[in-house]
Each structure stands twice: as C-alpha cells, then as structure tokens.
C-alpha cells in the first residue's frame, strides 16, 4: 500500500540496542516513522518486537543509542509531555478493579487534564466517539473485567484515540479479534491518519494495511522496506522456517503469503 508522505520523519530510531544480564535482546536497530505512515514490525516470537516499542516509550529506559521525537530526545521529554505524543496500545493485561469500560477509556484525558480539572462536554463527547469508533458505545457502564478479551483489546484503543497523540505504538492490536474486527481495527488505524507503529503476527493483515515492513529475527533487523520488498518467500522461510509461496492477493494485489501447512519440519 502506497500513499505520498511528507518526507520529514516525526520520529527517528538510531542505532538502538538493549541487553539483559548481558544478552543481547535488541541489536543496532534504525528506522523512521513519517507522519500518517504505518509502519508494520514483524517477526515469530522471540524476536524483540515487544521489547523495542517498550523501549520507544521509555518502558525500558537502559538502552544505548536514540529515540527521537520531531529531532528532540525522548529523554528531554517530560512524562506527560511524552504521553501527550505517544500513545500505546499494549498486550500486557489491565487491572481487574472493578471499573467500567468508559473509566478505562477516560483514561486517555489524563495526560490533558490538570489535577483537580473536571471532565466537560467536550472531553465526553470525545469519549463517546472513540467509544463508537471500536463499536463499544452500548458496553460503555459495563465493567472492563467482563468485556471479551477482543473487547478489552478495542476499549485500551478507545483510551488511545481519547489521548489524541501523534503517534501510536500498537502491540498486535488485533490479538484475540475476529476476522470482522481485525479489518475493522486496521482500517481504522489507517483512517485516522497518525504515524503509527504495530506489531503484527498476520503477515497477510500486515501487507494490507501497512504502507512499510521491518523484519526483525534474534534482535535484528533482516530487511525492511515496502511489502514486496520485505515479503518474499526467501525472506519468510528464512525467519519462520516455514514453506510458503507467496502470490498476489486478487483483492488488493498486495503479496499473498500461503503456507504449505503439511510440511516435513524444519530443514538443516
């Protein structure tokens, strides 16, 4: 998928490493995000997805090189000043407090707020929207910890959208949706026209929806660049060790990933 972006990144990875006792988790990783691009990461298990975006937004704060927003620093940048510029949608569990779905999407205000300051019409309004943009708007005074793991996941990108940020971190956004609301997630996440960064295990969803992949193995980036770029069949059995053949989507004409689902096992 293709569009024209403005050429200036608002937001810069530069040479990012991260280790752990001594084990290399993230190795000498470089990439931009340009504003309204969406740019896929992906990659089997293990492969350090999870564990770069934490530390983009400074979750984990003991990595050496650079993470850069609009040129400055991520570390120059005051927590809630980086809130108001990054949100993130995580795979981590929330709190099972019983508190209703629109107080976990209210949460989003928090970076706009003062701390004594009520929420107005405005901010209501903007929780309504959100809410009706994931299709939560009836389950909106029901408790979060009822919700469906699908629906748990589209309220924590309600709370993102209420946070109005210029950049979203997603880590696999549509983890336990349907296929009916994987589509929908990922053209919302394109029509709101934010930089955004997702993780992504469905490496067909990836070829529809993003406009740029990063194929990170072991802590590494393998190859990054446009769709057909990145998924070909050498690149993919490479680093899932799986047989693919890999064709044209007769929908989109984007790259089509089809597995051989009766291989032997691994080869070497």
Not at 4 to 9: E, G, H, Q, V
Not at 15 to 30: A, F, Y
Not at 123 to 150: I, P
């Amino acid at each position: 998928m293709s569009k024209n972006l403005p050429d200036k990144a608002i937001m810069t990875v530069d040479n990012l490493s991260w280790q752990v006792d001594q084990l290399s988790i993230l190795k000498q990783i470089s990439f931009d995000l340009m504003p309204e691009e969406v740019v896929g990461i992906i990659g089997p298990n293990g492969s350090g997805k999870s564990s770069l975006l934490k530390c983009i937004y400074r979750r984990y704060q003991d990595f050496t090189g650079r993470v850069s927003l609009c040129g400055k620093p991520t570390e120059d940048y005051q927590q809630r000043q980086l809130a108001k510029n990054l949100a993130v949608v995580s795979q981590e569990p929330e709190s099972n407090f019983e508190i209703k779905t629109i107080d976990i999407v209210r949460m989003g205000l928090v970076p706009h707020k003062g701390l004594f300051e009520f929420d107005n019409k405005n901010d209501e309004n903007k929780l309504s929207q959100a809410l009706a943009k994931v299709d939560l708007l009836n389950k909106s005074e029901q408790l979060f910890s009822s919700l469906s793991g699908g629906e748990k996941q589209r309220a924590l990108i309600a709370r993102a959208l209420v946070q109005e940020p210029n950049i979203f971190l997603m880590d696999e956004p549509t983890n336990h949706l349907d296929i009916q609301h994987q589509i929908e997630i990922m053209q919302l996440i394109r029509q709101l026209g934010i930089g955004t960064i997702v993780t992504m295990h469905d490496l067909n969803l990836a070829a529809n929806f993003c406009d740029r992949l990063i194929l990170l193995n072991n802590g590494e980036i393998v190859v990054q660049g446009s769709i057909e770029e990145v998924l070909n069949s050498e690149h993919i059995a490479k680093v899932f060790e799986v047989q693919v053949r890999v064709d044209k989507n007769p929908f989109s004409q984007l790259p089509q990933i089809a597995l051989n689902y009766h291989q032997s096992g691994r080869e070497g």
